[in-house]
């Protein structure tokens, strides 16, 4: 990906800043347009907080202070976790130097049914340990903090914090938690933690971890309930219709019907946004269609979204019911809590 523009992402009156995929351009067949939306990267507000959060993080942790400030970062699912990891980590690749390879950002998903064995593994693979299975616990640590050194790692970000509450039983891997605690300690390095909303309560029952992971955000979705907050979801969306390889009808553009209808549609979560804006691309392309309009967006919600949206329950159906599809058994149930 090329460097993304910066520009104020506040303004609804300017683009908000993107970073187009390579691909994009480059062919002309529908997939890989689809795949240029899809791989569009757009630094909204929340997204810019959460890269400036991470920075400060990192930055301490070039001290090797004796209790790096670490971070927690939660979010529904679909917010765009993975998302800034990863475009967080891209900046600081690794790097083969003469002493090995250095890797300034380590980052990677948490198993799911993590064990302290488990969790160890994954840290040692990804720092590219031959042996990485091998070993007790106590072992696979002392590695792990050894090629924390040699690798120069400044950064360690760890997704899918959730997995430590079992899903079935709610039961908290405490024991994993404390250990984690015990490598923030012996590692010195900082740490960011990211994962659903409920991850607040792994450090609810873990005060130690709690006092290291003081520092705190949320990637909340964008709202539509208020003046300052429609105007950036106004500005997101001009934003995503202007740099389509497809046109959008003209009366989606800076509607306030239709910003709702696509803000019932998506939640305002940034996976369902670009899920729905890449399905009406598709589904214009192959049918040659002139533009993305209100019907494309009624079939783009049932084919991407939700299947069962019948009807009134399809945010683009003139007679939608015009609620948050919070309900049970409809896309966003439990994302109001
Ligand atoms: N800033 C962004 N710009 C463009 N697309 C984004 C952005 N953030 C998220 N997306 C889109 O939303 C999809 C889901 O995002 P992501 O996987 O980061 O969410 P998540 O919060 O990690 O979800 P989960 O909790 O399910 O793992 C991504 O595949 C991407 O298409
Ligand atoms: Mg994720």
């Known amino acids: 990906m090329s460097e993304p523009m910066h520009v104020d992402v506040d303004d609804w009156h300017q683009p908000l800043s993107l970073v187009q995929s390579p691909n994009t351009g480059l062919a002309d067949g529908t997939p890989e347009l689809v795949a240029g939306v899809r791989?569009?990267?757009?630094?909204?507000?929340?997204?810019?907080?959460?890269?400036?959060?991470?920075?400060?993080?990192?930055?301490?942790?070039?001290?090797?202070?004796?209790?790096?400030?670490?971070?927690?970062?939660?979010?529904?699912?679909?917010?765009?976790?993975?998302?800034?990891?990863?475009?967080?980590?891209?900046?600081?690749?690794?790097?083969?130097?003469?002493?090995?390879?250095?890797?300034?950002?380590?980052?990677?998903?948490?198993?799911?049914?993590?064990?302290?064995?488990?969790?160890?593994?994954?840290?040692?693979?990804?720092?590219?340990?031959?042996?990485?299975?091998?070993?007790?616990?106590?072992?696979?640590?002392?590695?792990?903090?050894?090629?924390?050194?040699?690798?120069?790692?400044?950064?360690?970000?760890?997704?899918?914090?959730?997995?430590?509450?079992?899903?079935?039983?709610?039961?908290?891997?405490?024991r994993v938690a404390d250990w984690l605690k015990h490598l923030v300690n012996i590692t010195k390095v900082p740490f960011v933690l990211m994962g659903l909303r409920r991850c607040h309560r792994i450090l609810q029952s873990n005060e130690q971890l709690r006092r290291r992971f003081s520092r705190q955000i949320e990637l909340k979705p964008f709202g539509n309930s208020d003046k300052r907050s429609r105007r950036i979801f106004d500005g997101l969306m001009r934003s995503i219709w202007t740099n389509l390889p497809v046109s959008p009808a003209p009366e989606l553009v800076g509607d306030g019907d239709h910003l709702d209808r696509i803000h019932f549609a998506t939640y305002g979560l940034m996976g369902y946004i670009m899920t729905l804006v890449s399905t009406s691309v598709e589904i214009v392309l192959n049918e040659k269609r002139p533009c993305i309009d209100q019907d494309v967006l009624s079939r783009a919600f049932v084919e991407s979204i939700w299947p069962d949206a019948c009807g009134h329950l399809n945010p683009f159906h003139p007679r939608f019911v015009c609620r948050p599809l919070t309900n049970d058994k409809e896309p966003f149930c439990g994302y109001a809590c």
């Open 39 to 174: 791989n569009t990267l757009i630094e909204h507000p929340a997204f810019a907080s959460g890269i400036t959060a991470i920075q400060r993080c990192h930055r301490m942790g070039r001290f090797g202070l004796e209790e790096p400030g670490c971070l927690l970062i939660t979010g529904v699912a679909g917010s765009g976790k993975s998302t800034l990891r990863k475009e967080y980590a891209r900046h600081y690749p690794r790097r083969e130097a003469d002493e090995g390879t250095e890797i300034p950002v380590l980052h990677l998903e948490l198993p799911a049914q993590p064990t302290i064995k488990n969790v160890a593994e994954r840290i040692l693979l990804e720092l590219g340990d031959p042996l990485f299975t091998r070993g007790s616990a106590e072992a696979m640590t002392s590695r792990i903090v050894t090629l924390f050194r040699n690798c120069r790692v400044e950064l360690v970000m760890l997704d899918e914090f959730q997995h430590f509450i079992d899903n079935s039983s709610e039961k908290i891997e405490a």
